[in-house]
């Protein structure tokens, strides 16, 4: 049953050919409003056309057009069920594109570039959906900073990058923003800044540190901290990640890092407040560049993926 199928998501084998066929006709009649113009789009004839959308009315029990003579209108049912049905056509393309890529054995990885001060948290989750929806994907992540990402972009050796466009999006470039986060204060069990809901730059004056020399946000965090009046004392420098939460952990000192980069649970974290620090993780890729199945297929999974907050 084809309302099934929309309720549960399914493609392939869950939706046969006449069913996408209807989905189709239906998505072409409400971009034309017209069932004559939606006929010529799809190359049928319009009382095929007609017959096919109102089979499929009947099938899910309500009205998707409202018809007034020549002129037709979409209903609300069909305004509701319109979303559903565009996706169910987009995973059925992208899954026929990626059979074919298989058969001509033009399967490559996904060439996904990270920004290194990005935890993988949330991605993790939205690329075991992804694998669980295109298990033969390969996904090929090199790590970086924004320059050596934007600069394999540029040279074709990426497909596309999540990063931290902190000073714009560059000319040249699309993004499609994914999630932010906060900046927290992360700081070992029994610290004294444990007392506190949440934590200022003031709180921190004279505290010893741990200073992540990746951090895209460090000069404009030091440059506040430097206006507010407000002293650290950097114990440990590093760029790896790893490094600066064990040595928080060992109490050299406390660190500030994005939310979802924190990945050693015995740290206690606080939010930083006056002033909050935010960043915006965002999907680049590069306009005009055709993407083989999978990059599409990875590309349109990232921006319709449910990303928490």
């Known amino acids: 049953m084809i309302d099934a199928a929309i309720m549960a998501g399914h493609v392939g084998g869950g939706v046969s050919a006449m069913e996408m066929a209807q989905i189709r006709y239906v998505l072409a009649a409400a971009r034309h409003l017209n069932f004559t113009r939606a006929a010529g789009d799809c190359n049928v004839s319009q009382p095929a056309l007609t017959k096919a959308v109102k089979s499929l009315e009947v099938e899910l029990g309500a009205p998707l057009f409202h018809r007034e003579g020549k002129r037709i209108s979409i209903s609300e049912f069909g305004r509701s069920m319109l979303p559903h049905l565009q996706k169910i056509a987009e995973e059925a393309e992208t899954t026929r594109a990626l059979a074919d890529s298989y058969r001509l054995l033009d399967q490559v990885p996904v060439r996904l570039g990270v920004l290194s001060t990005i935890g993988p948290?949330?991605?993790?989750?939205?690329?075991?959906?992804?694998?669980?929806?295109?298990?033969?994907?390969?996904?090929?992540?090199?790590?970086?900073?924004?320059?050596?990402?934007?600069?394999?972009?540029?040279?074709?050796?990426?497909?596309?990058?999540?990063?931290?466009?902190?000073?714009?999006?560059?000319?040249?470039?699309?993004?499609?923003?994914?999630?932010?986060?906060?900046?927290?204060?992360?700081?070992?069990?029994?610290?004294?800044?444990?007392?506190?809901?949440?934590?200022?730059?003031?709180?921190?004056?004279?505290?010893?540190?741990?200073d992540r020399l990746s951090c895209e946000m460090r000069e404009m965090v030091m440059e506040t901290c430097a206006g507010l009046g407000v002293e650290l004392y950097a114990r440990f420098r590093s760029e790896r990640e790893d490094w600066v939460q064990s040595m928080v952990l060992a109490r050299i000192g406390f660190a500030f890092m994005p939310e979802y980069s924190v990945t050693i649970p015995e740290l206690q974290q606080r939010p930083l407040i006056e002033p909050v620090v935010e960043r915006d993780i965002t999907l680049v890729t590069v306009p005009g560049r055709p993407f083989p199945p999978a990059v599409a297929a990875f590309v349109r999974a990232a921006r319709a993926f449910q990303w928490p907050g």
């Open 121 to 210: 948290v949330r991605l993790s989750r939205f690329l075991s959906q992804f694998q669980g929806n295109f298990p033969g994907v390969e996904v090929a992540v090199t790590e970086g900073s924004v320059a050596d990402l934007e600069a394999k972009l540029d040279d074709g050796l990426l497909d596309a990058a999540v990063m931290n466009p902190l000073e714009g999006l560059r000319a040249g470039y699309n993004g499609h923003r994914l999630y932010s986060e906060r900046y927290v204060v992360v700081f070992p069990p029994d610290h004294r800044l444990g007392s506190l809901n949440a934590v200022t730059l003031k709180d921190l004056s004279g505290e010893p540190y741990v």
